[in-house]
């Protein structure tokens, strides 16, 4: 047998990408970036104000220049790029996604095998629980993980764009953080909106309107989409919480959403990924294992979603392309039919 040196490349290129991301993952764990900010850059710096050994941290940098995360070398001192920039502390910034994604995650994605094979959640495996259910338990990683869907909604402020909500009563189904709400109430002076998500949620959304768009034209709802959605909508928003649930539920939350709507003129706004069988590109189909690992659930083809709505009764009127490959569905509740 003849060695292929390019497909044995690819192959080791691939099988080392999960000590990248623990070699990364350290890195932010040792808050390297920022000590490196605050001017301790040398290697004898790093290692005084971390606590970890310099030769540990000369072996980590040395990998980490020559992927392009650090600039320089450990004598006369260490560089912030654009990269490891991104992982500074302060809003924004990618380092709590680092520290989910090296942790829990990680120790979700060892029981690879075992949720591909069965179509269920590795991180249960694992954790002995559901993925929102501890995140109930554990506030540090709830925080976690609500800054890293933070970090991933650079597209909430164009929502706006592609959705008229002047006049309307919003209604934010699995709202989170109240992020998108206050987005959508800070860009439309004269809507108004209910955040529902699970009770835990509620300080945090709480806080983040009040400091943001403050309480006047909000209300905050605790409780379980599964059961009821708050009545009266004008607009329902499901933004990234279809992809945790299987399809039963899914159309359980979308008939909630159509039996609330306000009248005829309500819409239901989905704000999701999409995987595409035909021609799949790589990011959202790393997304969806990654769903499958978490929660047990997935991402699912434009196609699927609106079969789901169809059984729920609701029609897709269109659709618009929204950055960090997101794409908005507009879904009306469908007439019923004449006798
Ligand atoms: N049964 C439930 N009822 C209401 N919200 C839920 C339920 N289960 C999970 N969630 C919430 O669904 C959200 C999914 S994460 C998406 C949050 C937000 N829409 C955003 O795009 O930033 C989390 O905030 C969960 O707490």
């Keep these: 047998m003849t060695v292929n040196v390019q497909a044995t490349r690819e192959v080791i290129e691939m099988i080392t990408g999960g000590w990248r991301a623990q070699a990364l993952y350290t890195a932010v764990k040792l808050g390297l970036a920022d000590h490196i900010e605050a001017g301790r850059t040398t290697g004898a710096e ?17 990998l980490l220049v020559a992927t392009g995360v650090f600039a320089g070398n450990g004598s006369t001192g260490y560089r912030n790029t654009d990269v490891s920039a991104a992982l500074l502390d302060g809003p924004g910034s990618l380092r709590d996604m680092c520290l989910l994604y090296g942790e829990e995650f990680y ?30 338990h554990h506030a540090d990683t709830a925080r976690r993980f609500h800054h890293t869907l933070n970090a991933a909604s650079m597209f909430f402020h164009q929502v706006p764009e592609v959705f008229d909500f002047s006049g309307k009563m919003v209604v934010d189904v699995g709202g989170g953080g109240g992020e998108l709400l206050a987005s959508i109430l800070g860009a439309t002076p004269d ?8 009770e835990h949620m509620m300080p945090k959304a709480g806080e983040h309107l009040a400091a943001t768009v403050g309480l006047d034209r909000v209300e905050l709802v605790g409780g379980d989409m599964f059961t009821d959605v708050p009545k ?19 159309v359980t939350v979308f008939e909630n959403c159509r039996r609330a709507m306000a009248d005829s003129s309500a819409r239901l706004l989905l704000l999701d990924r999409f995987v595409e069988d035909q021609n799949p590109t790589v990011l959202p ?37 929204l950055p960090m490959e997101t794409v908005a569905l507009v879904a009306a509740a469908r007439a019923p039919a004449q006798p």
Aim: charged fraction near 25%; glycine fraction near 10%; proline fraction near 1%.
């Design 285 to 321: 189909s790393l997304w969806d294992l990654h769903l499958l690992m978490t929660t047990g659930g997935g991402h699912r083809s434009r196609e699927r979603i609106t079969a789901l709505l169809d059984r729920a009764g609701l029609d897709v009127e269109r659709k618009a392309d």
């Design 46 to 62: 790093l290692a005084e104000s971390t606590g970890a050994s310099e030769e540990g941290i000369h072996r980590l940098m040395r």
């Design 191 to 198: 809507a108004r909106g209910t955040l529902l998500d699970r």
């Design 107 to 136: 120790v979700a994605w060892q029981h690879a095998h075992h949720a591909i094979s069965t179509v269920s959640s590795g991180f249960e495996v694992a954790y002995g629980q559901p993925f929102y259910d501890y995140l109930g």
């Design 232 to 250: 009266g909508g004008d607009v329902y928003i499901l933004c990234r919480v279809l992809a945790a649930w299987d399809d039963e539920a899914v």
